[in-house]
Each structure stands twice: as structure tokens, then as C-alpha cells.
């Protein structure tokens, strides 16, 4: 069966810190892999897609980068942090039929 | 573009009562229909969905049916329960891009 982890969990850091959040998916093969971000009681807006290796979408400019150095594996980075970056952060894949379990990120 | 609506909570239930969150949406072409449910502290799990228009998605006792006329996918339980209490987002995927765009999310809260 098909299995998507995300980790950290939960992730403090402070202003002008770099950043890394890995999603890594099990039992498929190329698959479509999505990060999005939850603001404070807000909706989910879709930062950055990926068809494959080495090919990235990003659909709102910000202070975020993505990569997908492998098939199954797909990593959210900054250089430095910004206070508007807090949020959740959820990978999925399969145009989001299957989400990670959230990345909490507070940026102080 | 696409866009999706949905009623703004939170919602307020008691046990047993009947739910519908409203949802609206605006696509190009054919969108596939969705409805995720955040717990507390979690990620989405995806509650049901629908393909095509007169479908009708079902899942732990809610419905939803994609109607194309009205271009919404509003969704229901008879009898809600403490434990349904969540957060619920409406979204649609149309297909084209292959990524799924999210209504702002409606609260639930159902009280014993």
C-alpha cells in the first residue's frame, strides 16, 4: 500500500535560519508530489509541484525553494527564515489523494 | 481560474443533529470533487470524493453529491457525532493541472 512520511513533526527555528522538510513516499513510482502551506486558520495554498525528477512548479513566488533530488523523494528548503513563513506544511502526492502528516513550523 | 467557497464557521452542532457545509466552486473543463477532514494536530485525510456530475461520494456516514447545475458539492450527515469534530475542506482537482485547489476550510464542533 501506498505510504507518504513527512517529518519534522513539529519544528521551531528563528528568524534568518535555513531550512529543510522532507517527504519521502512509499509504494508507487512517479509520483505527482505536492507541498502546501496552512496559515493560522486559514485554507491551503499549494506552494510548489513536482512531475518528477529534478522538475519543479512553483505557483506563488516566496521565500521557499523545493527539490526532488529522487523519484519518491521530494524537500522544502529555505536559506532564511522569515517570520511570515510560519505555518503547516503538508506534502501529498497523487494530485492529493494521500497527505503527509503536517510539518508545524514556528519562525520566532 | 479555479476556485472553491465554502461556508465560513465555525459550526456549532449538538450530537445527533444534522450537518450540511456548503460548498460552491468555479473550474474550467471537468473537475474532480473532494472532501478532506483535518483532526486536530493532523494532516488531511481525504473523506470521499466525486468524479463526474450526479455522483454522489459517501464515507463514515457523510455524503456529498457533485451537481454540475449548481456547481456545488455540499456536504451532509444525518446525525453527527463529538468525535466528527474537525476541520473540513472542500476542493476540486481539474484534472488539466492535475492539482487540487482548497476552500478556505469550515470548522465543525459538535457539543455532547
Known amino acids: 500500500s501506498q505510504t507518504i512520511h513527512q517529518w519534522p513533526a513539529t519544528l521551531v527555528q528563528p528568524v534568518g535560519s535555513p531550512l529543510s522538510l522532507e517527504c519521502t513516499v512509499e509504494?508507487?513510482?512517479?509520483?505527482?508530489l505536492y507541498w502546501y502551506r496552512q496559515a493560522a486558520g486559514r485554507g491551503l495554498q499549494l506552494l510548489f509541484y513536482?512531475?518528477?525528477?529534478?522538475?519543479i512548479s512553483s505557483e506563488v513566488p516566496q521565500n521557499l525553494s523545493a527539490s526532488r533530488p529522487q523519484d519518491r523523494q521530494f524537500i522544502l528548503s529555505s536559506k532564511k527564515l522569515l517570520l511570515s513563513d510560519s505555518g503547516f506544511y503538508l506534502c501529498?502526492?497523487?494530485?492529493?489523494?494521500?497527505f503527509g502528516q503536517g510539518t508545524r513550523l514556528t519562525v520566532v | 481560474g479555479n476556485s472553491v467557497t465554502q461556508m465560513e464557521g465555525p459550526v456549532t452542532l449538538s450530537e445527533e443533529a444534522f450537518l450540511t457545509i456548503n460548498c460552491t466552486y468555479t473550474?474550467?473543463?471537468?473537475?474532480?470533487l473532494f472532501w478532506y477532514v483535518q483532526y486536530p494536530g493532523e494532516g488531511l485525510q481525504l473523506l470521499l470524493k466525486?468524479?463526474?456530475?450526479?455522483d454522489k461520494g459517501s464515507n463514515k456516514g457523510f455524503e456529498a453529491t457533485y451537481r454540475k447545475e449548481t456547481t456545488s458539492f455540499h456536504l451532509e450527515k444525518g446525525s453527527v457525532q463529538v468525535s466528527d469534530s474537525a476541520v473540513y475542506f472542500c476542493?476540486?482537482?481539474?484534472?488539466?493541472?492535475?492539482?487540487?485547489?482548497f476552500g478556505g476550510g469550515t470548522r465543525l464542533m459538535v457539543k455532547p
Open positions: 501529498a502526492w497523487g494530485a492529493g489523494a494521500f
Open positions: 466525486a468524479t463526474k456530475a450526479d
Open positions: 513536482s512531475v518528477g525528477i529534478g522538475q
Open positions: 473550474a474550467t473543463g471537468y473537475p474532480s
Open positions: 509504494g508507487t513510482s512517479n509520483p505527482n
Open positions: 476542493a476540486l482537482n481539474n484534472n488539466a493541472g492535475n492539482m487540487l485547489t
